[in-house]
């Protein structure tokens, strides 16, 4: 059980990378937003869960990209940028910015030989948009399934297989369908690079952002926080869970000063 002033400790040091994150997507005009339990945390709790050890956003693709571009010239001395091109050893396909201030080991990582960066981390996702049809919905889901089944252990994935080769394969099949962001009926959808959740949001109801108040301060959420949340969660969000059902990703948390 990782101490509650620890996590706290955590907390803030996340929300110190969220908001040297947001200042470089300020500068830059790049658009991204509060999502899964960060987006949860600001509409029910107005910042973290309280057990929550980690931060998620979600990036349009093209702003995703854009970022890998600028974040090894704008990033500080704090944190270390994680892709698999600059970490060898990490094994998924989305961005995570790691601390160099406090270490996290995962459940899922425990007595293993882990030799990627560890820092607690920022989980950044990239989004595609897919026409809204039956059979995009079809592909989507069965895609999904696949790409979990080939992707490397993780909080939701605890049965994946590491198949970098046909995960990328999977990954390309999905960018292909990627139509931009101007169509009114038109699904948001994640990226195959986050295979953890798979989600169907109505563009209208994702954009335009908008801003909401987090742990104090203002960072972006999606235009309609509740039905992007109902996507997400098969239960009543608003409603806090029994202790036994409150999930963690931390086995164990370091602080190196």
Not at 62 to 88: G, K, M, W
Request: aromatic share 12%.
């Amino acid at each position: 059980m990782i101490d509650s002033k620890d996590l706290r400790k955590a907390q803030l040091i996340m929300l110190e990378m969220l908001v040297e994150f947001d200042l470089i997507c300020k500068k830059h005009k790049l658009q991204y937003w509060l999502d899964s339990g960060t987006l949860l945390g600001a509409v029910r709790h107005g910042g973290f869960i309280p057990w929550d050890d980690d931060i998620d956003l979600s990036m349009p693709i093209e702003d995703y990209n854009r970022f890998i571009e600028v974040a090894q010239n704008e990033l500080s001395s704090n944190i270390f940028f994680q892709t698999r091109e600059h970490d060898r050893a990490f094994k998924f396909d989305y961005i995570k910015l790691r601390s160099n201030r406090a270490s996290i080991v995962e459940f899922h990582e425990k007595d293993e030989e882990i030799n990627y960066h560890q820092g607690v981390f920022v989980d950044i996702f990239p989004m595609l948009s897919l026409e809204n049809t039956p059979e995009n919905k079809k592909f989507y889901e069965e895609h999904f399934k696949e790409l979990r089944a080939c992707s490397a252990l993780s909080l939701h994935t605890p049965n994946g297989i590491d198949n970098p080769k046909r995960r990328t394969e999977l990954i390309g099949m999905l960018d292909k369908k990627h139509q931009g962001w101007k169509r009114e009926d038109t699904k948001v959808i994640y990226s195959g690079k986050m295979p953890d959740v798979a989600a169907w949001f109505d563009v209208k109801e994702v954009f335009p952002l908008k801003k909401m108040k987090f742990e104090g301060l203002e960072f972006f959420v999606p235009k309609n926080p509740q039905h992007y949340l109902a996507e997400i969660y098969a239960f009543d969000f608003m409603e806090l869970p029994p202790e036994d059902k409150r999930v963690v990703h931390a086995w164990q948390i370091a602080f190196n000063s």
